[in-house]
Nanobody, 115 residues
Framework: QVQLVESGGGLVQPGGSLTLSCAAS????????MSWYRQAPGKERALVAL????????NYSDSVKGRFTISRDNTKNTLYLQMNSLKPEDTAVYYC????????WGQGTQVTVSS
């Protein structure tokens, strides 16, 4: 049974940093494009960042470019999202997504940016 388990969310002050992790199991992790999505209250889910299977290419939404960094460790089947200079508008549930012939979603982790 495929599992994507996110961790690392929490409450942080504006300007602070957090690192999210996503541990994958029961998939050949290195075959999958991995992404982070987020859903803020009252809004639709939106792509935050993605990384290709070998990690050679990354893409970011304009709202996080220069502040967030997506990375992966294929030896540990783990995806990361380093988030710096966090803003209140980054408050959302963050989801890890694995995509190949089909897609798998994690259960999400809450990130709250507030003073």
């Amino acid at each position: 049974q495929v599992q994507l388990v996110e961790s690392g969310g929490g409450l942080v002050q504006p300007g602070g940093s957090l690192t999210l992790s996503c541990a994958a199991s029961a998939i050949t992790f290195s075959d999958y494009v991995m992404s982070w999505y987020r859903q803020a209250p009252g809004k639709e889910r939106a792509l935050v960042a993605l990384i290709t299977p070998a990690g050679g290419t990354t893409n970011y939404s304009d709202s996080v470019k220069g502040r967030f960094t997506i990375s992966r460790d294929n030896t540990k089947n783990t995806l990361y999202l380093q988030m710096n200079s966090l803003k209140p508008e980054d408050t959302a549930v963050y989801y890890c997504v694995a995509r190949a012939l089909r897609s798998y979603w994690g259960q999400g982790t809450q990130v709250t940016v507030s003073s």
